[in-house]
Every structure is written in C-alpha cells, then in structure tokens.
C-alpha cells in the first residue's frame, strides 16, 4: 500500500513537468504564394524585440509560461524576438522575394 501511495505522488509530481519547445521555422506553402506576389519588391527586416523583458536579465524573453501546460520555449534557446528574426531572414524567405 505505501509503494502504490509513493508512486502516486511521483506520477502526479512528473505529470505536470513537461516543457513544451515551439518547431523551428519551416516556410509554408501559403507563405510561398503570398511572397511571390510581391514580384520582386524588397522587404527589410528591422529589430525585433519582446515585451515584457526577462526580469532579472532585461533580456528578451527566451521562455513563456501558459497556464494550461506550462513553459514554452523555443527549439534552439534563443529568445522569441530572435527566433521571428531568424525566420524572416531566413534563406527561403530572401529567394522567394527576390524572385
């Protein structure tokens, strides 16, 4: 009876232990379509930065937390300002612009 009440305890405490880590960026077919209508206009990409800041660092913010399941990060550990940054410079997004 004490072993099924422990592990009872140890399943509930590591049921709600899980991070959650968003996908890298992959270009979607709609993104395709809606850039090669631009038909080789420029697009710049400016700073991007988060808001509220990391309250000890002032850093952006490399973590979120959602009630429902807990933290979110990204897939790398950068920051999420970082993270929409590197995908709007990324390779594919250049080609289909330019094209």
């Known amino acids: 009876m004490v072993k099924m009440m422990i592990g009872a305890v140890a399943l509930a ?24 209508s631009l038909q080789g206009q420029t697009v710049g990409v400016g700073e991007f ?11 952006d913010l490399a ?3 959602c009630r429902g399941v ?3 990060k990204t897939s790398d550990g950068e920051s999420f300002a970082s993270y929409i940054k590197k ?3 990324s390779a594919e997004f250049k080609t289909l612009v330019v094209q």
């Open 13 to 36: 405490a590591l049921a709600g232990c899980s991070t959650y880590s968003v996908s890298r960026y992959a270009i979607s077919a709609d993104n395709v379509v809606a850039l090669r």
């Open 87 to 89: 995908a709007m410079s």
């Open 70 to 72: 807990g933290p979110i």
């Open 63 to 65: 973590e979120i937390m």
């Open 49 to 59: 930065t988060s808001s509220p800041k990391n309250e000890k660092t002032g850093a």
